[in-house]
C-alpha cells in the first residue's frame, strides 16, 4: 500500500513563492514517479510536474515550466513543490501521486496512471 500526504499550502500574494510538500510512506518508492496534479475551482484536474525518484530527472508542464521545481529528499521519503513567481491562475488544490514509474520509459504524465493519492493541500494566490 502506498500513501502519500501533502503539506505547506497557504495563502501568497502574486508574485511571492511557497513549497509544498509530499510525504510518502509504503512501498518501495524507488519504483515510482511522483507527480504533482493541481484542480482549480470549477475545472478539471491539471498535471503539474513529476519527479522518477530512483533518477531525480523531471518534467514539468509549459504552464508552470521556469516556475515551479520539484525535487526529491530521499532521507525524508518527501517530494517538494517549490512554486516562484505565482500568479492567481495558480491558485488551487495541489495533490501529489504515484504512478507505476517502472512500466514506461518517460516520467508518467497522464493522469489515469496514477494510482494512489494524497487528500490534497490548498494554495491560494491573490492579486
Known amino acids: 500500500q502506498v500513501q502519500l500526504a501533502e503539506s505547506g499550502g497557504g495563502l501568497v500574494q502574486a508574485g511571492g513563492s511557497l513549497r509544498v510538500a509530499c510525504v510518502y510512506s509504503?512501498?518501495?518508492?524507488?519504483?515510482?514517479?511522483i507527480g504533482w496534479v493541481r484542480q482549480a475551482p470549477g475545472k478539471e484536474r491539471e498535471f503539474v510536474g513529476a519527479?522518477?525518484?530512483?533518477?531525480?530527472?523531471?518534467t514539468s508542464s509549459d504552464s508552470v515550466k521556469g516556475r515551479f521545481t520539484i525535487s526529491r529528499d530521499s532521507a525524508k521519503n518527501t517530494v517538494y513543490l517549490q512554486m516562484n513567481s505565482l500568479k492567481p491562475e495558480d491558485t488551487a488544490i495541489y495533490y501529489c501521486?504515484?504512478?507505476?514509474?517502472?512500466?514506461?520509459?518517460?516520467?508518467?504524465?497522464?493522469?489515469?496512471?496514477?494510482?494512489?493519492w494524497g487528500q490534497g493541500t490548498q494554495v491560494t494566490v491573490s492579486s
Open positions: 509504503g512501498r518501495l518508492i524507488s519504483s515510482y514517479d
Open positions: 519527479i522518477r525518484w530512483n533518477s531525480g530527472r523531471t
Open positions: 501521486a504515484a504512478a507505476r514509474g517502472w512500466k514506461y520509459n518517460d516520467i508518467v504524465t497522464a493522469l489515469d496512471e496514477y494510482d494512489f
